[in-house]
């Protein structure tokens, strides 16, 4: 072989990897296929070069098994994932579920509904007023002497808060208080105001503690109140407002009247407005609407003659 034969040839072998390739430009292409049809040598380093591996071949490389490997690993890292993040949901979810926030809730804050009588039972329903609490458990004594007691628990756990709840107490019952208010009396609901109005009950027309009680329902108003104690058995109240009357008749016949119900003593009351003639409410009229004296022995005999007076309020 010639020194230039020797010289084409290498520069042929240098080339053939790209020439199996197929990278190389279409003259250097033809020359090479030239020199391959005239050069056995350089033909078979070709064929050598596009015989395929024998390792790419093998189906089982060690770089695949570590692959796969890796595959299942990561895809059991995911489940894993998945189901421990859902899990913790659960969790979190049961615990707040269990969780007992628990508060006595007092009568105020308890809305409680006669619904009848069952073989020898009065029933009763009970709900929660206090937002995002409800009743977590409902428990009743009755000792035998016609008195009921109902303690309620109040509880902010998802599981725990029963939107309403039913007792029965005897149909002998007289009297029941629940966490120590009392809630009814003599077949009468007590309302949260004839609870706070009762401690006013049968008291004296010349406290001033009392005379709050007839002032007209409007804070913006200047008034002046005056007490006529020549015949302490028939007292009377005067209120003097320096304004024109901007509430209704109603509003101050029901203040009125009231205020007569929780002072015995007090026979008449009197609004005098500028302008206007004077609104006088006697307790005779009162007498006359309930069919009977207003007395007031029990919180009871109080709700019924709201009930009577002032329903919307009572």
Same mark, same amino acid.
């Given at each position: 072989?010639?020194?230039?034969?020797?010289?084409?040839?290498?520069?042929?072998?240098?080339?053939? /990897?790209?020439?199996?390739? @197929? +990278?190389?430009?279409?003259?250097?292409?033809?020359?090479? &296929?030239?020199?391959?049809?005239?050069?056995?040598?350089?033909?078979?380093?070709?064929?050598?070069? &596009?015989? /395929?591996?024998?390792?790419?071949?093998?189906?089982?490389?060690?770089?695949?098994?570590?692959?796969?490997?890796?595959?299942?690993?990561?895809? !059991?890292?995911?489940? =894993?994932?998945?189901?421990?993040?859902?899990?913790? +949901?659960?969790?979190?979810?049961?615990? @707040?579920?269990?969780?007992?926030?628990?508060?006595?809730?007092?009568?105020?804050?308890?809305?409680?509904?006669?619904?009848?009588?069952?073989?020898?039972?009065?029933?009763?329903?009970?709900?929660?007023?206090?937002?995002?609490? @409800?009743?977590?458990?409902?428990?009743?004594?009755? /000792?035998?002497?016609?008195? $009921?007691?109902?303690?309620?628990?109040?509880?902010?756990?998802?599981?725990?808060?029963?939107?309403?709840?039913? +007792?029965?107490?005897?149909?002998?019952?007289?009297?029941?208080?629940?966490? @120590?208010?009392?809630? !009814?009396?003599?077949?009468?609901?007590?309302?949260?105001? $004839?609870?706070?109005?009762?401690?006013?009950?049968?008291?004296?027309?010349?406290?001033?503690?009392?005379?709050?009680?007839?002032?007209?329902?409007?804070?913006?108003?200047?008034?002046? =109140?005056?007490?006529?104690?020549?015949? /302490?058995?028939? $007292?009377?109240?005067?209120?003097?407002?320096?304004?024109?009357?901007?509430?209704?008749?109603?509003?101050?016949?029901?203040?009125? !009247?009231?205020?007569?119900?929780?002072?015995?003593?007090?026979?008449?009351?009197?609004?005098?407005?500028?302008?206007?003639?004077?609104?006088?409410?006697?307790?005779?009229?009162? #007498?006359?609407?309930?069919?009977?004296?207003?007395?007031?022995?029990?919180?009871?005999?109080? &709700?019924? =003659?709201?009930?009577?007076?002032?329903?919307? #309020?009572?």
């Amino acid at each position: 072989m010639t020194e230039n034969r020797k010289t084409e040839c290498a520069i042929v072998q240098d080339l053939l /990897p790209l020439y199996a390739d @197929g +990278v190389v430009q279409t003259e250097t292409a033809e020359w090479i &296929q030239r020199h391959l049809e005239t050069c056995p040598a350089c033909r078979e380093e070709l064929q050598n070069l &596009q015989k /395929p591996d024998p390792a790419v071949l093998q189906k089982d490389l060690p770089l695949e098994k570590d692959l796969k490997k890796t595959g299942r690993h990561l895809r !059991w890292s995911r489940r =894993i994932m998945v189901v421990s993040a859902v899990l913790f +949901v659960l969790l979190v979810l049961l615990a @707040g579920a269990g969780w007992r926030n628990s508060i006595l809730l007092p009568a105020d804050y308890v809305k409680v509904m006669e619904t009848g009588r069952e073989s020898g039972q009065l029933v009763f329903e009970v709900q929660s007023q206090v937002p995002g609490t @409800g009743l977590l458990n409902l428990q009743s004594s009755c /000792p035998g002497d016609g008195t $009921c007691e109902l303690e309620v628990r109040g509880g902010s756990g998802l599981l725990n808060r029963m939107s309403r709840e039913t +007792v029965s107490v005897p149909d002998t019952t007289r009297e029941i208080r629940l966490n @120590g208010e009392i809630l !009814w009396q003599d077949g009468v609901m007590i309302s949260p105001r $004839c609870r706070q109005l009762y401690s006013y009950a049968n008291g004296y027309a010349g406290d001033v503690q009392q005379m709050h009680l007839a002032a007209p329902p409007d804070p913006d108003l200047p008034v002046t =109140i005056e007490a006529d104690t020549e015949d /302490p058995a028939h $007292c009377g109240w005067t209120y003097r407002v320096e304004a024109e009357r901007r509430l209704p008749a109603e509003s101050l016949r029901e203040a009125a !009247w009231l205020a007569m119900v929780l002072t015995p003593n007090l026979d008449k009351v009197t609004y005098r407005f500028d302008r206007e003639e004077p609104l006088v409410f006697t307790r005779q009229a009162l #007498a006359e609407t309930l069919g009977h004296k207003p007395d007031i022995e029990s919180p009871a005999d109080l &709700q019924r =003659i709201m009930n009577r007076i002032l329903p919307a #309020a009572g």
